[in-house]
Structures are given as C-alpha cells and as structure tokens.
T-cell receptor, first 113, second 109 residues
Framework: SAVISQKPSRDICQRGTSLTIQCQVDSQVTMMFWYRQQPGQSLTLIATANQGSEATYESGFVIDKFPISRPNLTFSTLTVSNMSPEDSSIYLC??????????FGSGTRLTVV | EDQVTQSPEALRLQEGESSSLNCSYTVSGLRGLFWYRQDPGKGPEFLFTLYSAGEEKEKERLKATLTKKESFLHITAPKPEDSATYLCAVLRDDYKLSFGAGTTVTVRA
C-alpha cells in the first residue's frame, strides 16, 4: 500500500486567514481524495483531486472555500480559505487505485480562533 | 442511495473475549469493501480489502469476511491494544469510498 505523508499535523489559525495542507504519496496513485472529520464522527468527503484538472467537489463544498491542486500523481494540496471557527476539524487526504489500496495520511488537526 | 451501516456503535470487551463487528451495505455498484482501524487523533490505518462474496482475510487477531450484503470483522482473543474505532467503507463504481459511522471497541485488561 502507498504511504502518505501529510503536513502540517496541526495548526492554530486566526479567522479570516487561509491554511494549505500538503499530501505526498510515496508512489503513483490513480485517485486522491480530501476528507473532513469532526470529533467523534466518521469521514465526510470534500472532493476528489484530479491530476491536471479541477477537483470534483461533493455537495456542500465549493472550490472558492476549498481550492485543491494535484499537479502530478503523487502530490496534492488542500487550502482552507477565509477560515471561521466552524472550519475547525481534522482534515485527511487519501490515495489509492493503480494497484494500491486506499490509504490515508495522518491528518491535520485545524483549530480556528 | 448508498448506505453503509455499522453495528454496534460501541463494544466493550474483556481481554480474551472474542466478538464480531458488523458492516451492512446497500450500494448500486460495489468494487470492494475496506476495513480501517482509527486511533484517536490519527488517520485511518488500512487493514483489509475484500472484493467478492466468500472472501476472507486475516491479520493477527483480526479476520474479515464478506457476503453479498454485509461484512464482519471478527476479533479473536482481543488485547487492550486492539482498542480503537473500526471503520468500514465500500468502494463504489465511481471509485469513491462511502464510510460507515464506525464501531468503537474498548478492551479491558
């Protein structure tokens, strides 16, 4: 299975600012995804990161708030823009396909104050 | 609409007391079923992928099985370090995962 390195592991940010989260995969994967996980809850899919094209967003999530890049098959970023306290959560990236199981990064714990 | 339901929500076991977790699903197209373990504050750790009914996979004290409508994760003689939340997810036709809410397992020494 692919190993995914995610950073930062945690951050405390001021409201109105933006944070970019990075994920690096140690091998090429077909699919990359970004999730949000609220405390005590399961994972909610934000978007699918498509290589070389715009991400595909799930209902309730928009590109202006969560811009995503995926320049190649091993790297992706998620930006949380114009943050408010409601954005405080754990953000997770995942990758898989191309012969790899779907694995996850270690997560980014975001607190907006 | 796709649905993944895990039961029970929580499970408290005595060390050595074997038990099973259930994951039932209704999806229009199943490409696979995944099991993950998640410890507090960490990302899900991949355990198993099952692709077809009748398939079984084992890893240490864990064994996963799959039927056409559900999957079971059997924990044999659990230890306190098996305490975690166990998540199942189905891989749909669009290659996205739909997750269940998870089962939180607590194993007491």
């Amino acid at each position: 299975s692919a190993v995914i390195s995610q950073k930062p592991s945690r951050d405390i940010c001021q409201r109105g600012t933006s944070l970019t989260i990075q994920c690096q995969v140690d091998s090429q994967v077909t699919m990359m995804f970004w999730y949000r996980q609220q405390p005590g809850q399961s994972l909610t899919l934000i978007a699918t990161a498509n290589q070389g094209s715009e991400a595909t967003y799930e209902s309730g999530f928009v590109i202006d708030k969560f811009p995503i890049s995926r320049p190649n098959l091993t790297f992706s970023t998620l930006t949380v823009s114009n943050m408010s306290p409601e954005d405080s959560s754990i953000y997770l990236c995942s990758g898989g396909g191309g012969g790899h199981d779907y694995t996850f990064g270690s997560g980014t714990r975001l607190t907006v104050v | 609409e796709d649905q993944v339901t895990q039961s029970p929500e929580a499970l408290r076991l005595q060390e050595g007391e074997s038990s099973s977790l259930n994951c039932s699903y209704t999806v229009s197209g199943l490409r696979g079923l995944f099991w993950y373990r998640q410890d507090p504050g960490k990302g899900p750790e991949f355990l198993f992928t099952l692709y077809s009914a009748g398939e079984e996979k084992e890893k240490e004290r864990l064994k996963a099985t799959l039927t056409k409508k559900e999957s079971f994760l059997h924990i044999t003689a659990p230890k306190p370090e098996d305490s975690a939340t166990y998540l199942c997810a189905v891989l749909r036709d669009d290659y996205k995962l739909s997750f269940g809410a998870g089962t939180t397992v607590t194993v007491r020494a």
